[in-house]
Nanobody
Framework: QVQLVESGGGLVQAGGSLRLSCAAS????????MGWYRQAPGKQRELVAI???????NYAESVKGRFTISRDNAKNSVYLQMNSLKPEDTAVYYC????????WGKGTLVTVSS
């Protein structure tokens, strides 16, 4: 059983910053991908950023240059530094880990006010 616990969401004004954290626990293969998806009201869940255990990254075009993903493999943790936030970044952000099967966190709400 794998559990993911997110933290760091909240309310921020446009142009501000937030840092999301996610810690995974349980039986986790060392070779995996961890990252973040988000789901805004009335929209489908979409990829934000993902990072493999070897360090390769993939970002949504909408967040490139503003968000930075990082991870600590020893702690099975992944982080998302979000800068220059926009109202359209408002969503529930879900932590994700994949190693043949996907596991999801419960989500943390990020609200960006204009």
């Amino acid at each position: 059983q794998v559990q993911l616990v997110e933290s760091g969401g909240g309310l921020v004004q446009a142009g501000g910053s937030l840092r999301l954290s996610c810690a995974a626990s349980g039986s986790i293969f060392s070779r995996n991908s961890m990252g973040w998806y988000r789901q805004a009201p009335g929209k489908q869940r979409e990829l934000v950023a993902i990072m493999s255990s070897s360090g390769s990254t993939n970002y949504a075009e909408s967040v490139k240059g503003r968000f930075t993903i990082s991870r600590d493999n020893a702690k099975n943790s992944v982080y998302l530094q979000m800068n220059s936030l926009k109202p359209e970044d408002t969503a529930v952000y879900y932590c994700y880990i994949f190693f043949g099967v996907a596991y999801w966190g419960k989500g943390t709400l990020v609200t960006v006010s204009s």
